[in-house]
């Protein structure tokens, strides 16, 4: 069983930038493809940044050159760079581990960009 701890989210202003790491226990990180996703009030869950357990690396079209993914598998910790915030970033994120039939989920973290 893998467990899962966001952690980084918090207030910013429009613009600012935070942080957000994923947590890993409990089994090998590095075989795991590591995603964030985010969910808005009101709104579907939906993929923000995946990276592959071979790096590669996807992004939804609306964070594309703002947000970036990463991942150290020394620290079993997984990554979400977010710069340029802006209001419709609001949401609670998500971390997910994803191999084969394997899916795991933190409880997210909130993120709120606001003035």
């Known amino acids: 069983q893998v467990q899962l701890v966001e952690s980084g989210g918090g207030l910013v202003q429009p613009g600012g930038s935070l942080r957000l790491s994923c947590a890993a226990s409990?089994?090998?990180?590095?075989?795991?493809?590591v995603g964030w996703y985010r969910q808005a009030p009101g709104k579907q869950r939906e993929l923000v940044a995946i990276?592959?357990?071979?790096?590669?690396?996807n992004y939804a079209d609306s964070v594309k050159g703002r947000f970036a993914i990463s991942r150290d598998n020394a620290k079993n910790t997984g990554y979400l760079q977010m710069n340029s915030l802006k209001p419709e970033d609001t949401a609670v994120y998500y971390c997910?581990?994803?191999?084969?039939?394997?899916?795991?989920w933190g409880k997210g973290t909130l993120v709120t960009v606001s003035s």
């Open positions: 990276m592959s357990s071979g790096l590669r690396t």
């Open positions: 409990g089994s090998i990180f590095s075989i795991y493809d």
């Open positions: 997910n581990l994803h191999f084969g039939s394997r899916d795991y």
